[in-house]
């Protein structure tokens, strides 16, 4: 539902009261960015110009249910080796690795995501180019030296980077590898000389954002790679140090490359590592780099848990959510730079608030509410809720707030995306401020901006970032006359358009069989990307795994061990999600397996046989795709000779099996059959029965006088007919013998008829 603006316009409560009894002494903006001189002796791509410290959760956090040991590529949960070649991006290919592995862990489509596009963004060529803008936050990497963390997450969740001129390029982040491919020859110094933005960066939309982050300890890895995925950490690589794909330094503490961690092995020997060089304890993390398969054990390799340099690194980061991609939502941010700068405040009172105003008149023609926003904090055990507020002479309207539209606990430092508890519908107020208040049990706090360094430049305009202090709003950019400041705060709203753009894709077919082989679907994008395939609303689908995804045709096959797998006992719904438009639902019939076989007719020389099968729930079965054999027996209880030429659903009796007990066999024997492989045999319940002549009630095999005397005999109670005579004997079908039987026996004799009218 869409909370309308009516509810500002209601008696406003004097929130002013609570917001007077926060009272920020001494707030102290200085960055807390920690330098740290080291001495490279070899730089692999890691940006150690700055190396930032986060707030970390209390250490030694059990690992419940962590196994000791696991690797993904044993169940192929894990993305392709990619390779940075000759250029320090190493951070950019950790960042851009973790992004996959989590997507793919939450989605189930394994998509490679372009480097291309993130060291563009986040390099001086983008201020240089024309397609840059006129914003002033600026990076200053070049294309091929090194990034941090830091730098690769405030792109990757910066949906809608402004520092691209929207009004030119309506760009959404994360492209896919194939449409911006990696460019690596940079020894050529006309290409680099020539360098603008990527060809289809502008055009190239893909299916998924990062709409959460965090920073961990090292005892939170495990249950990371468990839940995400794969870890970003940066390790101290030194081919002095390795030895048979195994990695171990005990003698400096320099960091000089990014990585992911996608596994673990706590019984890893330490017999593995170079002899001399080896860690007190067995113990290792499985490491995937950016040099190619042809690097190490095909572009894997382990670090023992006691390395000095990683140790030294003493945090990681996590990508904890990714959200779709859709058309429909816009992210306005300030904030071009990473958040690794950090003010104090001494808070008396429990609460602290920041604050970003947004023009929403420049995006109304499209856009009328919110529906989540994504914000940065930095103390963990926060409290924190979201409001929005219009603004009165360039500042909050505090008097306007009313309840809170989301709240959390913030659990780690990092980026949250906090979705609305209702559609928040805007009026036609020019500016809004979304507002992250925060309740805290600390009485000093951290406040994260934008950081200013020698590789990053950070600005703030006048009217954009406001702080909380002395029971008003402060601006960012402090006094009248000054118009910049460095930094803003990361609060990002996420704007929904006014009319949504519900273009369906399409499905080749909605019901298909359960044949126990392969199975494939097309799809219809028609502007759309493939978010996601799940089992029953609940299950998500691996792609590789559980299906093949083609996407030169749109097709996606799903494998025949899977297929398999499904319930044989009702149909399995399979929903695909899109970044937009409906999700569209195949229904893969359950495959069948053999119930029972019922057989109707006579059996009697001359009359006609029918099978009917039906599966477990009691439905028939097509027969055409089942195979017969009928079979004879002296015996009820077998055994079994198969007539010949008799494997249909259908058998008339013929003389040859007078007396003979009948049955048929029926069979599934192949994987392109919707019935599971086995064969049931009809039973004496149904109506496996003993072959008679009808008329011929001495059981001769011939129908003559005799048949009428004996039959006569009964009748007058001279003589009794046990059960198979008493049924050659009926011929009308009424299931008694009266003289109307004896007539037609007669009849029979002297050709009066030609058979009988139960046949």
Same mark, same amino acid.
Request: with cysteine; proline share 3%.
């Given at each position: 539902?869409?909370?309308?603006?009516?509810?500002?316009?209601?008696?406003?409560?004097?929130?002013?009261?609570?917001?007077?009894?926060?009272?920020?002494?001494?707030?102290?903006?200085?960055?807390?960015?920690?330098?740290?001189?080291?001495?490279?002796?070899?730089?692999?791509?890691?940006?150690?110009?700055?190396?930032?410290?986060?707030?970390?959760?209390?250490?030694?956090?059990?690992?419940?249910?962590?196994?000791?040991?696991? %690797?993904?590529?044993?169940?192929?949960?894990?993305?392709?080796?990619?390779?940075?070649?000759?250029?320090?991006?190493?951070?950019?290919?950790?960042?851009?690795?973790?992004?996959?592995?989590?997507?793919?862990?939450?989605?189930?489509?394994?998509?490679?995501?372009?480097?291309?596009?993130?060291?563009?963004?986040?390099?001086?060529?983008?201020?240089?180019?024309?397609?840059?803008?006129?914003?002033?936050?600026?990076?200053?990497?070049?294309?091929?030296?090194?990034?941090?963390?830091?730098?690769?997450?405030? !792109?990757?969740?910066?949906?809608?980077?402004?520092?691209?001129?929207?009004?030119?390029?309506?760009?959404?982040?994360?492209?896919?590898?194939?449409?911006?491919?990696?460019?690596?020859? +940079?020894?050529?110094?006309?290409?680099?000389?020539?360098?603008?933005?990527?060809?289809?960066?502008?055009?190239?939309?893909?299916?998924?954002?990062?709409?959460?982050?965090?920073?961990?300890?090292?005892?939170?890895?495990?249950?990371?790679?468990?839940?995400?995925?794969?870890?970003?950490?940066?390790?101290?690589?030194?081919?002095?140090?390795?030895?048979?794909?195994?990695?171990?330094?005990?003698?400096?503490?320099?960091?000089?490359?990014?990585?992911?961690?996608?596994?673990?092995?706590?019984?890893?020997?330490?017999?593995?590592?170079?002899?001399?060089?080896?860690?007190?304890?067995?113990?290792?993390?499985?490491?995937?780099?950016?040099?190619?398969?042809?690097?190490? %054990?095909?572009?894997?390799?382990?670090?023992?848990?006691?390395?000095?340099?990683?140790?030294?690194?003493?945090?990681?980061?996590?990508?904890?959510?990714?959200?779709?991609?859709?058309?429909?939502? +816009?992210?306005?941010? +300030? %904030?071009?730079?990473?958040?690794?700068?950090?003010?104090?405040?001494?808070?008396?009172?429990?609460?602290?608030?920041?604050?970003?105003?947004?023009?929403?008149?420049?995006?109304?023609?499209?856009?009328?509410?919110?529906?989540?926003?994504?914000?940065?904090?930095?103390?963990?055990?926060?409290?924190?809720?979201?409001?929005?507020?219009?603004?009165?002479?360039?500042?909050?309207?505090?008097?306007?707030?009313?309840?809170?539209?989301?709240?959390?606990?913030?659990?780690?430092?990092?980026?949250?995306?906090?979705?609305?508890?209702?559609?928040?519908?805007?009026?036609?107020?020019?500016?809004?401020?979304?507002?992250?208040?925060?309740?805290?049990?600390?009485?000093?706090?951290?406040?994260?901006?934008?950081?200013?360094?020698?590789?990053?430049?950070?600005?703030?305009?006048?009217?954009?970032?406001?702080?909380?202090?002395?029971?008003?709003?402060?601006?960012?950019?402090?006094?009248?006359?000054?118009?910049?400041?460095?930094?803003?705060?990361?609060?990002?709203?996420?704007?929904?358009?006014?009319?949504?753009?519900?273009?369906?894709?399409?499905?080749?077919?909605?019901?298909?069989?359960?044949? #126990?082989?392969?199975?494939?679907?097309?799809?219809?994008?028609?502007?759309?990307?493939?978010?996601?395939?799940?089992?029953?609303?609940?299950?998500?689908?691996?792609?590789?795994?559980? !299906?093949? !995804?083609?996407?030169?045709?749109?097709?996606?096959?799903?494998?025949? %061990?899977?297929?398999?797998?499904?319930?044989?006992?009702?149909?399995?719904?399979?929903?695909?999600?899109?970044?937009?438009?409906?999700?569209?639902?195949?229904?893969?019939?359950?495959?069948?397996?053999?119930?029972?076989?019922?057989?109707?007719?006579?059996?009697?020389?001359?009359?006609?046989?029918?099978?009917?099968? !039906?599966?477990?729930?009691?439905?028939?079965?097509?027969?055409?795709?089942?195979?017969?054999?009928?079979?004879?027996?002296?015996?009820?209880?077998?055994?079994?000779?198969?007539?010949?030429?008799?494997?249909?659903?259908?058998?008339?009796?013929?003389?040859?099996?007078?007396?003979?007990?009948?049955?048929?066999?029926?069979?599934?024997?192949?994987?392109?059959?919707?019935?599971?492989?086995?064969?049931?045999?009809?039973?004496?319940?149904?109506?496996? #029965?003993?072959?008679?002549? +009808?008329?011929?009630?001495?059981?001769?095999?011939?129908?003559?006088?005799?048949?009428?005397?004996?039959?006569?005999?009964?009748?007058?109670?001279?003589?009794?007919?046990?059960?198979?005579?008493?049924?050659?004997?009926?011929?009308?079908?009424?299931?008694?013998?009266?003289?109307?039987?004896?007539?037609?026996?007669?009849?029979?004799?002297?050709?009066?008829?030609?058979?009988?009218?139960?046949?």
């Amino acid at each position: 539902m869409r909370v309308s603006c009516e509810h500002f316009m209601k008696s406003k409560k004097l929130l002013s009261i609570v917001f007077a009894s926060l009272i920020v002494s001494s707030t102290v903006f200085s960055s807390n960015v920690l330098v740290k001189a080291v001495e490279l002796r070899k730089n692999y791509g890691l940006d150690l110009d700055t190396i930032y410290k986060p707030s970390l959760p209390d250490s030694d956090i059990p690992n419940i249910g962590i196994s000791s040991s696991y %690797d993904p590529r044993d169940r192929g949960y894990t993305t392709p080796v990619k390779n940075q070649y000759n250029q320090g991006t190493c951070s950019v290919f950790a960042s851009i690795a973790m992004f996959e592995e989590k997507a793919f862990m939450q989605t189930g489509v394994k998509n490679a995501y372009s480097e291309e596009t993130a060291k563009f963004i986040t390099s001086k060529e983008l201020k240089v180019s024309n397609k840059a803008s006129n914003y002033d936050g600026f990076y200053s990497y070049g294309l091929t030296s090194g990034r941090n963390i830091e730098t690769n997450i405030q !792109y990757l969740t910066n949906r809608n980077n402004p520092l691209i001129d929207n009004n030119s390029i309506p760009w959404l982040s994360s492209n896919y590898e194939v449409d911006v491919p990696y460019t690596y020859d +940079y020894n050529n110094e006309f290409y680099l000389s020539n360098y603008s933005c990527p060809k289809n960066m502008d055009t190239s939309y893909t299916n998924a954002y990062v709409s959460g982050m965090q920073y961990i300890s090292f005892d939170e890895i495990k249950e990371n790679i468990r839940d995400n995925g794969a870890v970003y950490i940066t390790i101290g690589y030194n081919g002095d140090y390795i030895s048979n794909n195994s990695l171990y330094n005990s003698s400096t503490t320099i960091l000089n490359h990014a990585v992911t961690i996608v596994g673990w092995d706590d019984n890893y020997s330490k017999s593995n590592f170079k002899q001399g060089e080896q860690p007190p304890h067995n113990g290792a993390w499985l490491v995937k780099n950016s040099w190619g398969v042809q690097n190490n %054990d095909n572009g894997y390799f382990w670090v023992s848990y006691y390395d000095l340099p990683l140790n030294e690194s003493g945090f990681a980061s996590a990508i904890t959510n990714v959200s779709k991609m859709s058309k429909n939502e +816009y992210m306005l941010s +300030y %904030d071009f730079t990473p958040l690794t700068s950090k003010s104090f405040a001494n808070v008396s009172q429990n609460s602290y608030y920041i604050a970003n105003v947004y023009n929403f008149k420049e995006y109304n023609d499209l856009y009328d509410s919110i529906n989540k926003v994504m914000f940065y904090a930095s103390n963990i055990g926060d409290i924190y809720d979201i409001y929005i507020s219009p603004v009165d002479n360039g500042m909050p309207d505090v008097s306007s707030l009313e309840e809170s539209l989301a709240q959390g606990v913030v659990n780690h430092e990092g980026y949250i995306t906090a979705t609305l508890d209702n559609i928040y519908k805007m009026c036609d107020d020019n500016k809004y401020a979304v507002i992250v208040k925060f309740t805290t049990n600390n009485s000093s706090v951290s406040i994260s901006r934008e950081a200013t360094s020698t590789s990053y430049k950070a600005v703030a305009n006048k009217g954009e970032s406001f702080y909380y202090r002395d029971g008003v709003w402060k601006d960012m950019c402090g006094s009248r006359n000054k118009t910049t400041a460095y930094g803003n705060y990361c609060i990002r709203p996420m704007l929904l358009r006014k009319n949504s753009i519900t273009e369906n894709s399409e499905l080749s077919e909605y019901e298909k069989n359960n044949t #126990g082989s392969d199975l494939s679907i097309t799809m219809k994008l028609n502007g759309n990307q493939l978010y996601s395939i799940k089992e029953n609303d609940s299950s998500v689908l691996y792609e590789d795994i559980d !299906y093949i !995804y083609n996407r030169n045709n749109n097709e996606v096959t799903f494998k025949k %061990d899977y297929i398999n797998n499904l319930d044989t006992n009702s149909d399995t719904k399979i929903t695909f999600e899109f970044t937009d438009g409906l999700d569209q639902i195949l229904i893969i019939k359950a495959k069948e397996r053999l119930g029972k076989v019922v057989v109707d007719g006579n059996f009697a020389i001359g009359s006609k046989l029918n099978a009917t099968t !039906y599966n477990k729930q009691n439905n028939k079965i097509d027969g055409n795709i089942l195979s017969y054999q009928w079979q004879y027996s002296d015996k009820i209880t077998g055994p079994w000779s198969n007539i010949p030429n008799a494997n249909r659903s259908t058998y008339t009796v013929t003389e040859n099996y007078f007396m003979k007990y009948i049955r048929v066999n029926v069979k599934s024997d192949n994987y392109t059959s919707v019935v599971y492989p086995g064969n049931i045999s009809s039973t004496p319940d149904m109506q496996t #029965g003993q072959v008679i002549l +009808y008329g011929d009630v001495d059981l001769n095999n011939t129908v003559n006088v005799n048949d009428v005397t004996t039959l006569n005999y009964y009748l007058s109670g001279f003589s009794a007919l046990n059960s198979i005579q008493k049924r050659a004997a009926d011929v009308d079908g009424d299931r008694s013998l009266t003289i109307n039987d004896v007539t037609l026996i007669q009849q029979r004799i002297s050709d009066g008829i030609d058979k009988f009218p139960v046949e």
